[in-house]
């Protein structure tokens, strides 16, 4: 300390030394060693070519400024003007005077010491910034952890809707939290690591800010993003400094978000083996299950890719405990629904339940989606409550996306959709295992489409037979169907339809088994580069075999083509009405879509 003063000592005295200098700048004239003998012996040699006579308050007093003809300038102080102008005007030397100036305080007296005081400022700041660690100070803590811990979470258990079995599962580790003693007694030891993997959206990073809520100790947590840097060594340090914070905050929770940022496969793609990410997961390894036991602290960590995540990571010892966090079913949408509408205001037309029952597939985050679009358009509309109105429209908006009724379609291009999209639904209604209509539009939307057709699941399927690919392939394919028995010819509205149709029917040979090329996988959708997999892997089909299964997707597709086309020719006149009345109404419902078979059976 005695030698940072004296260094903090020498500094402030050179501060004051350069300051008194830029002082005595400001304030000094300093003259030309020119005279008058000189200014004479010039002019009589025509040398001047002007001089400037400014003169001093203390008439006649003042100075004279001279020009030469090689363009040199010079002043000299004189104690009479009128003498050296009467002298210049003899030898026709061009003469200015200037009035007496004003003396201008803020020039001579302020401003210096303005800029005195700037310079004093600056070096004091940039000394009391050095003292205290400065840009030295951020540097050495560039290698520090930049997780952030949190004491007294708010979120519990309560606040996660739609998750039983996965609460249940962590209920332990709770206990454990709360009481570890329970557990050491009987030699049990508590899981290590607990990865939380599913689709984004379903809630895994609420569970882990609820565990926290619910055990009442201390939550670090980062993403996996943070711990990589351009400069190597970095990440391992902060994996280090986290680890060395969570022992002393013991028991605690650790948990890394996305941490496929930093656990992805190694050896992988086009890095090599000592590349930044990959010492930093090797430190992560290390501090998970390595030399020294981590008492006390739980790692928990949340990815939708668990498939490219680093073998060495997913051991019993690391992350010991894998739990999956699906969509949650109608069940679980209901309460999610339900927590969600608490702080808002519903109208009696809004169904809950109904909406559970119509919104199979949505995740947690999807359905808080779609209730805070339809508040949101409550509130645009100056109504004090959402009704179903609300919640139908931000459901064609979540699941579809928004309207584009200001675009100018031609008829033509118009009646080409409505029979598209009556194609669709159409074979959707009568097909028994493919699910109901929802909506069906000629408006176009943001996703590029020109229509819609919405479909409605009737139950949460978990698993699809060979039957329901089929009936679904033929309700992608109706609308080019409609297109062909209708006007003769196909536009390219069926592009995307096309490469769906394409997609699961080539899974249906290679993936499947529902072909006559039997039970092989001829498809590995694993061996992707870039994302954690190899560079280069080997062909797991030969030419021939490849050319099979093309044959057979086409076989495949041109089947379900031809019964499409048979259904949809057997039901000619209610294509016709469906089209006719989605020109008029631009977008009809599930009930008036249904009223037109009721109406041709009638």
Not at 129 to 146: A, H, I, L, T, Y
Not at 479 to 501: H, L, N, P, Y
Request: negative net charge.
């Amino acid at each position: 300390m005695k030698r940072q003063s004296g260094y903090s000592f020498v500094f402030l005295l050179i501060i004051l030394l350069l300051a008194g200098a830029i002082w005595v700048s400001f304030s000094t004239k300093r003259d030309n060693n020119y005279s008058r003998d000189d200014f004479q012996h010039a002019a009589e040699a025509g040398d001047v070519a002007s001089i400037v006579i400014e003169q001093n308050k203390e008439v006649p007093t003042g100075t004279i400024h001279v020009t030469t003809k090689s363009f040199s300038t010079y002043r000299f102080s004189v104690t009479d003007v009128r003498e050296i102008e009467s002298y210049a005007r003899s030898k026709g030397i061009a003469i200015r005077v200037d009035n007496v100036p004003e003396s201008n305080w803020f020039l001579m007296y302020v401003l210096p010491g303005l800029v005195v005081l700037i310079i004093f400022v600056f070096f004091y700041s940039m000394m009391a910034n050095n003292q205290s660690g400065g840009v030295s100070n951020r540097m050495m803590n560039f290698g520090k952890s930049r997780a952030q811990m949190v004491t007294d979470s708010k979120t519990t258990f309560a606040n996660v809707a739609g998750l039983r079995e996965e609460k249940d599962d962590l209920d332990e580790v709770v206990d454990f939290l709360k009481d570890p003693g329970k557990y050491t007694e009987m030699g049990a030891r508590i899981p290590k690591g607990i990865l939380l993997e599913g689709m984004p959206g379903t809630g895994k990073t609420l569970l882990a800010k609820a565990i926290a809520g619910e055990a009442k100790v201390p939550f670090f947590f980062i993403s996996g993003s943070d711990f990589v840097e351009m400069f190597v060594g970095v990440g391992a340090s902060r994996v280090r400094d986290l680890f060395a914070d969570a022992k002393k905050n013991s028991p605690c929770i650790v948990f890394i978000d996305e941490i496929d940022a930093v656990a992805r496969r190694r050896g992988a793609g086009m890095g090599g083996g000592h590349d930044e990410r990959e010492q930093t997961l090797n430190q992560l390894l290390v501090e998970m299950d390595g030399f020294e036991e981590n008492e006390g602290i739980i790692v928990m960590a949340a990815t939708n890719r668990v498939d490219i995540l680093d073998p060495a990571i997913l051991r019993p010892g690391r992350f010991d405990r894998k739990i999956t966090v699906s969509a949650p079913d109608v069940q679980g949408r209901e309460a999610i629904l339900k927590l969600h509408a608490e702080k808002k205001h519903l109208g009696d037309d809004v169904d809950l339940k109904e909406l559970a029952r119509t919104t199979a597939g949505f995740t947690g985050a999807d359905l808080e989606n779609l209730l805070n679009e339809a508040a949101i358009k409550a509130a645009r509309e100056k109504r004090a409550y959402i009704n179903d109105e609300d919640v139908r429209k931000s459901f064609i908006k979540v699941g579809i996306g928004t309207e584009k009724r200001s675009h100018l379609i031609t008829e033509r291009d118009r009646k080409i959709t409505a029979y598209h999209e009556s194609g669709h639904a159409i074979l959707m209604h009568l097909l028994p295992l493919t699910g109901s209509v929802y909506t069906v539009s000629v408006i176009p939307t943001g996703e590029g489409a020109a229509g819609y057709m919405m479909p409605v699941p009737d139950n949460d399927d978990q698993h699809q037979t060979k039957e329901q690919l089929r009936q679904r392939l033929m309700v992608t394919l109706g609308g080019r169907v409609a297109e062909e028995i209708i006007f003769g010819d196909v536009s390219t509205g069926a592009s995307s339809d096309i490469k769906k149709a394409t997609k699961v029917a080539r899974s249906m040979v290679t993936r499947f088994g529902m072909s006559p090329l039997g039970l092989i996988c001829y498809e590995d959708d694993d061996n992707e580069v870039f994302i954690g997999r190899d560079l280069a892997h080997a062909k797991t089909t030969s030419e021939a075999k490849a050319a099979e299964i093309d044959e057979e997707v086409k076989h495949i597709i041109d089947g379900c083509y031809q019964e499409a086309k048979r259904i949809l020719e057997e039901n000619l006149q209610i294509l016709h009405n469906c089209a006719a009345l989605l020109i008029e109404k631009e977008r009809i419902g599930r009930e008036e879509f249904e009223a037109l078979f009721v109406a041709e059976t009638a």
